[in-house]
């Protein structure tokens, strides 16, 4: 993958190659040239990539911590509960890639075939592909910019030999920035069926998540709906229940009504799933993001 | 979570003002919020739109004489944060105070923050495990809802100090909500000793850390 200079304008940039930044990069002449501003090759390398894949999700979320990745999984887990169901889950959360920890995949290597590379296969019929896997120790970080993360996002789509997938799930970062950009572009000849985004009962959270649906209005990305994690505390011992992260505006139930977007359910917050998770097993919780 | 929604940032001679969010005018905020027409726009920008602000915040605003400046991130390790150290190296002393939650999947994620602050030599004030349990209201069982002391494990493995946990406080969480200073209005509430005794910790080892 290229370097490409701090302060790179970006290739669509009307300054590419022209910038002050631009000295001394490889690239330059190609920008200065417009070629930078063609519509990227892999798109439609993409496109027909793509053409084994029948659904495409993208789980989005405006803030971190809310349960993006753990939704993913389980989500991922669910659909592949039916065995004539195909199940393909990809994280593009290139900085913090925590599905091969969920999933029970920490250690896992990717593999080259013939047709690309190879998916892990955490059951027969449900895939993974993950930057965790290409790291080789737990401590790694990957520090990369915009430009060379959108590079990894773009062989992600066009190099994995995914097969034929009935559903194939998009974990992102939390945001609205170059994955969720990316993601949506290098699909965008491919069509998405939408997103789902996720998100915890606070107005401090719903306000991210405006801006997320306002995101996937600007690049006309359908929303399925939202779901509302870590709605509720239920206390092991005496039952009651206590809202830790309060809704004071009504959580995302009044915002979802305002918006006229689907909610598509509430889920608890559950001390197991944080131990299910460390060791790699998911909790027959299927149920409740299948009935959506 | 400031209070300090909807305020307009302004011009002076030496750059940009600052929004001052208390009466003693002892804390001063600047943030992407403050530059968009509504709270519900979204900045959907690539890493170099993003790092020219981020030099901005640093180079173009007034700040004046400060005792601390606390810069909150997002997570990961790309262009805010390669951009928040660029920008700030010049001004030392500089270190990191870096929040984890309990549970082995944060830890995961955490673990990689250690090592870019080791790779851009940013100095690791301590680590800090949030949402460490929660004591219910009702019955008083506390529950360790995340899993508990994967941050204290983290930092001692990383070998930067603990400096607490803090645990799941529902007041905490509303005060946020409504803007209020949870510090001064909620000392019985459960969170409020673990931030009390953190915020000590940094000021009176950071110096001494950071030197």
Not at chain 1, 239 to 245: M, R, S, V
Not at chain 2, 158 to 171: I, Q, T
Request: hydrophobic letters at 40%.
């Amino acid at each position: 993958m290229e370097e490409v200079p701090q302060g790179c304008p970006g290739t669509g940039s009307a300054q590419a190659g022209r910038g002050a930044s631009c000295q001394g990069c490889p690239n330059q002449r190609l920008c200065a040239s417009g070629a930078g501003a063609a519509p990227d090759p892999a798109i439609e390398e993409i496109k027909e990539k793509m053409k084994t894949v029948k659904h495409k999700i993208l789980v989005l979320s405006g803030k971190g911590g809310v349960g993006k990745s753990t939704f993913s999984a389980h989500l991922a887990h669910g659909l592949a509960e039916d065995e004539n169901t195909q199940v393909a889950l990809l994280d593009i959360d290139i900085c913090g890639p925590s599905i091969p920890k969920i999933m029970g995949l920490e250690g896992e290597q990717v593999h080259q075939s013939g047709s690309g590379w190879s998916p892990v296969f955490v059951e027969d019929n449900l895939g993974v592909m993950s930057v965790g896997f290409l790291l080789s120790s737990p401590d790694d970080a990957v520090i990369w910019r915009g430009p060379k993360k959108n590079g990894m996002i773009k062989q992600f789509l066009r190099d994995v030999d995914w097969g034929e997938v009935d559903y194939l799930i998009v974990d992102t970062p939390p945001g609205t920035s170059d994955e969720h950009l990316s993601a949506v572009q290098y699909l965008s000849a491919a069509h998405i069926d939408g997103a789902v985004i996720i998100t915890t009962p606070q107005e401090v959270s719903l306000q991210d998540v405006r801006k997320e649906i306002n995101f996937c209005h600007k690049v006309k990305l359908p929303i399925i709906g939202v779901v509302e994690n870590m709605s509720v505390f239920i206390c092991p011992k005496c039952k009651k229940e206590t809202q830790i992260f309060p809704p004071t505006t009504g959580g995302a139930e009044v915002m979802c009504q305002d918006l006229k977007i689907p909610l598509l359910g509430k889920v608890p917050l559950d001390p197991h799933i944080g131990i299910q998770e460390f060791c790699g097993h998911h909790p027959p919780k299927e149920e409740h993001f299948l009935s959506s | 979570m400031l209070r300090a929604q909807g305020r307009a940032v302004h011009q002076c001679d030496s750059g940009w003002v600052p929004v001052f969010v208390d009466q003693e005018q002892s804390i001063s905020l600047m943030s992407v919020g403050f530059l968009l027409e509504s709270p519900d726009e979204a900045v959907v920008w690539r890493g170099p739109k993003k790092n020219a602000l981020i030099k901005q915040f640093v180079a173009d605003v007034a700040w004046g004489q400060l005792d601390y400046l606390v810069v909150d991130t997002p997570p990961g390790t790309s262009d805010e944060h390669m951009a928040a150290v660029e920008a700030l190296r010049p001004y030392s002393p500089l270190g990191a105070l870096v929040v984890t939650t309990p549970q082995a999947v944060s830890v995961g994620d955490v673990r990689r923050e250690l090592t870019f602050c080791r790779k851009t030599g940013l100095q690791v004030v301590g680590v800090v495990e949030n949402m460490s349990g929660f004591v219910c209201p009702h019955c008083a069982e506390c529950t360790n809802v995340f899993s508990r002391g994967g941050g204290e494990v983290l930092a001692s493995l990383a070998g930067v100090p603990f400096l607490g946990s803090v645990p799941l406080d529902p007041e905490l969480t509303r005060s946020l909500e409504e803007g209020q200073d949870f510090i001064r209005d909620f000392p019985k509430s459960p969170a409020f000793p673990a931030l009390f005794s953190i915020a000590q910790k940094v000021m009176s080892e950071a110096p001494a850390r950071l030197s």
